[in-house]
């Protein structure tokens, strides 16, 4: 008795326990559960690699966990799938245009020095460049507040903004080579002047060496003028004297120091003749460009993840709205309680107070493998919620099985408590047998499966493993706890009298 009274403190204390866990840390919910965005993304094969295998797929993978895990995005997940593909779940994410920018992006970063006798061309080429960005972002921030209110009476009118004069624009267009396309908007015409001209700035500048592969860490952090941001660098020992050679070569000789991401200039910058005697030295840097927090936080993840190995292409967006997601939790928590409902009337009709007590089991059983599920965590899906369930018929199965000898023992004539006894240690090579080839097939989805089949085996297969605990220890621990009250102990209760042989107890 005492025994049995120590097992039902640990089982009691262990709901308890997992209800204060559910309290305290909320399920995690899943892309279908929760709403957000999904991408699916294809690397391309790039110079002499002609088919993406297996190693440069799971190395793009690395530099894009990176990624991710500096964009913040909680709860995302990145699967590979087939041979150059990777699925990447950004649950609560309902714009994911930022994401697949920063993601779809090489992030090669290289050093390079301005050609000798480019100074006028290249005067004239950034001058035209900050222009055009000024007057970008200005009809850009324009085109975002058409829908504000207007300016209070009273309040001191803005600054014009800039722009460029009559016919300028075309004039400029026309000088990079260009053509207005048809039906272009002026955003589209300055964006595509911004790219020729980045193009041309970028012709002018040659390579030295120093890329993004010698940064040991990136960073970011506001101005001291308080403009913008600015990103700062950390090199490697063999970076930090390429930086300085560098930048002692081309000190006070008037030749900018260009910095090109991606093939495309993100600042230029001048060296004070007080760095011609040894350089830059300490192996870091910073890059200005006026950057917002935004900006240089997005440069700052690409930086930090590394260059990708292989071009990666953004081939699909999806996108579910947490509506939908909200609709998917009802439905699901509905058909869960359902399933538990029907299992409860069905195991009480059936097997009676032993049907009682395994309805109690069941219910501690979906208590703990919540918690577990909070505790881990598992990211729950609609495939995980299927698996959960499944597993509830599982645990009922081994319940099923053991009250089934219970009552082949009493049908024989066999005394109730030696029966339940005899019921739990005959039941237990068939629910050994049955969860152990359970769990073999989780292992093999998990193992071989893709996200949301992952999903379903975890599930399952935490469920398995609670089944038996549930099954073999509290059913059998509240099943003699009732026992040892008199009233309780009558053979009716576990089969009708129909079935009970004359001489049973």
Same mark, same amino acid.
């Given at each position: 008795m005492?025994?049995?009274?120590?097992?039902?403190?640990?089982?009691?204390?262990?709901?308890?326990?997992?209800?204060?866990?559910?309290?305290?840390?909320?399920?995690?919910?899943?892309?279908?559960?929760?709403?957000?965005?999904?991408?699916?993304?294809?690397?391309?094969?790039?110079?002499?690699?002609?088919?993406?295998?297996?190693?440069?797929?799971?190395?793009?993978?690395?530099?894009?966990?990176?990624?991710?895990?500096?964009?913040?995005?909680?709860?995302?997940?990145?699967?590979?799938?087939?041979n150059d593909q990777m699925v990447l779940q950004l649950p609560g994410e309902q714009d994911p245009s930022r994401a697949a920018k920063v993601l779809g992006t090489t992030a090669l970063l290289e050093f390079r020095t301005q050609k000798p006798g480019t100074e006028q061309a290249l005067r004239g080429l950034l001058a035209l460049k900050r222009q055009s960005e000024a007057v970008l972002l200005s009809k850009e921030r324009r085109t975002a507040e058409v829908n504000e209110p207007p300016t209070a009476p009273g309040a001191p009118n803005p600054e014009p903004p800039p722009d460029?004069?009559?016919?300028?624009?075309?004039?400029?267009?026309?000088?990079?080579?260009?053509?207005?396309?048809?039906?272009?908007?002026?955003?589209?015409?300055?964006?595509?002047?911004?790219?020729?001209?980045?193009?041309?700035?970028?012709?002018?500048?040659?390579?030295?060496?120093?890329?993004?592969?010698?940064?040991?860490?990136?960073?970011?952090?506001?101005?001291?003028?308080?403009?913008?941001?600015?990103?700062?660098?950390?090199?490697?020992?063999?970076?930090?004297?390429?930086?300085?050679?560098?930048?002692?070569?081309?000190?006070?000789?008037?030749?900018?120091?260009?910095?090109?991401?991606?093939?495309?200039?993100?600042?230029?910058?001048?060296?004070?003749?007080?760095?011609?005697?040894?350089?830059?030295?300490?192996?870091?840097?910073?890059?200005?460009?006026?950057?917002?927090?935004?900006e240089a936080r997005?440069?700052?993840?690409?930086?930090?993840?590394?260059?990708?190995?292989?071009?990666?292409?953004?081939?699909?967006?999806?996108?579910?709205?947490?509506?939908? &997601?909200?609709?998917? *939790?009802?439905?699901?928590? $509905?058909? !869960? =309680?359902?399933? %538990? +409902?029907?299992? /409860?009337?069905?195991? #009480?009709?059936?097997?009676?107070?032993? &049907?009682?007590?395994? *309805?109690?089991?069941?219910? $501690?059983? !979906? =208590?703990?493998? %919540? +918690?577990?599920? /909070?505790?881990?965590? #598992?990211?729950?899906t609609l495939p995980g919620i299927a698996g959960f369930i499944l597993s509830i018929g599982i645990a009922v199965d081994a319940n099923v099985l053991i009250f089934e000898r219970v009552k082949e023992e009493l049908r024989q004539g066999t005394t109730l408590i030696r029966s339940i006894d005899s019921g739990f240690s005959l039941a237990l090579s068939s629910i050994l047998d049955g969860h152990v080839t359970g769990l073999i097939s989780c292992v093999a989805l998990f193992a071989l499966g893709t996200g949301l089949v992952k999903g379903f085996a975890v599930t399952l297969g935490i469920g398995l493993l609670l089944s038996l605990f549930t099954a073999l220890t509290c059913t059998r621990t509240l099943l003699r706890l009732l026992m040892s009250y008199p009233s309780l102990r009558r053979s009716t209760y576990f089969l009708p009298a129909t079935q009970l042989p004359g001489t049973a107890a």
């Open positions: 005492a025994r049995q009274q120590g097992w039902f403190a640990l089982i009691l204390a262990l709901a308890i326990a997992a209800g204060a866990l559910l309290a305290s840390y909320p399920l995690q919910l899943g892309l279908d559960l929760r709403g957000g965005s999904q991408l699916t993304l294809q690397v391309l094969p790039a110079g002499a690699i002609k088919t993406v295998d297996k190693e440069q797929l799971e190395a793009v993978k690395e530099v894009l966990d990176r990624r991710i895990n500096g964009l913040g995005v909680a709860e995302s997940t990145l699967q590979t799938v087939g460029f004069q009559a016919d300028e624009l075309a004039d400029a267009m026309r000088s990079m080579g260009l053509t207005v396309p048809a039906g272009s908007s002026e955003i589209d015409q300055l964006r595509l002047l911004l790219e020729a001209v980045n193009s041309r700035v970028v012709d002018l500048f040659e390579p030295t060496g120093l890329t993004g592969k010698d940064l040991v860490t990136a960073g970011r952090q506001q101005q001291q003028s308080g403009a913008g941001w600015e990103v700062t660098l950390g090199f490697n020992r063999e970076g930090g004297e390429k930086f300085a050679t560098l930048t002692q070569s081309i000190a006070g000789t008037g030749r900018l120091l260009g910095i090109v991401l991606d093939g495309r200039s993100i600042s230029e910058a001048t060296v004070g003749p007080e760095f011609k005697a040894a350089g830059i030295a300490g192996g870091s840097a910073s890059i200005t460009g006026n950057f917002s927090a935004e997005d440069l700052e993840v690409q930086l930090r993840g590394g260059s990708l190995p292989l071009p990666v292409k953004v081939v699909e967006v999806r996108t579910v709205g947490p509506s939908l &997601g909200a609709e998917n *939790v009802r439905t699901s928590l $509905l058909a !869960a =309680l359902s399933g %538990l +409902a029907l299992v /409860a009337v069905f195991m #009480v009709w059936v097997y009676r107070l032993p &049907g009682l007590v395994a *309805v109690v089991a069941l219910s $501690l059983y !979906a =208590l703990f493998n %919540l +918690a577990i599920y /909070a505790l881990i965590p #598992v990211t729950l």
